[in-house]
């Protein structure tokens, strides 16, 4: 065998080599962005899921201040240790925000809106009924409006 042939062979080997490491690579990476994927849609349906949770607990606060009439400090006295008056009035304007964009109480799937809700909230939103109602507890009409 010659030089050049040996050469030649030892060239062949090592691109076989690399050509070898570039597909484990290439497997690897293939198979972290199928993992980040499974990360970021398992989170984004916790998300959606605690967003639906916060939706009900706010729906069942509303019917407690506009249906029963109760204040929303007296709702929180109403449910115990678990919620503060803030956390109330936070999952109160949760309901409002999602009634004023058409959700359906029954659209349970909808990663979308979850996360529209949570951009909502984030940047802010009205208050609860008792807090812009008169002494009364109704609601003013006009002091409610956006």
Known sequence: MGQQSIRQ?????????????????????KRLEDLAVRVLVAI??????????DRRAGKAL??????????VREAVEWCGDEITTREATRL??????????????????????A????????????PCNDQVAGVSGKLDPVSSNP
């Open 9 to 29: 062979a030892a060239r062949r080997a090592a691109l076989d080599a690399q050509s070898k490491r570039r597909r484990g690579r290439a497997a690897r990476e």
């Open 44 to 53: 984004r349906e916790r998300d959606a899921a605690v967003v639906e949770a």
């Open 62 to 71: 509303r019917e407690m201040t506009e249906d029963e009439g109760l204040s």
């Open 92 to 113: 109160c304007r949760l309901v409002e925000d999602y009634g004023a964009v058409g959700f359906e109480a029954d659209d349970k799937n909808s990663t979308a809106d």
């Open 115 to 126: 996360a529209e809700g949570l951009a909502r909230e984030a940047s802010g939103a009205r």
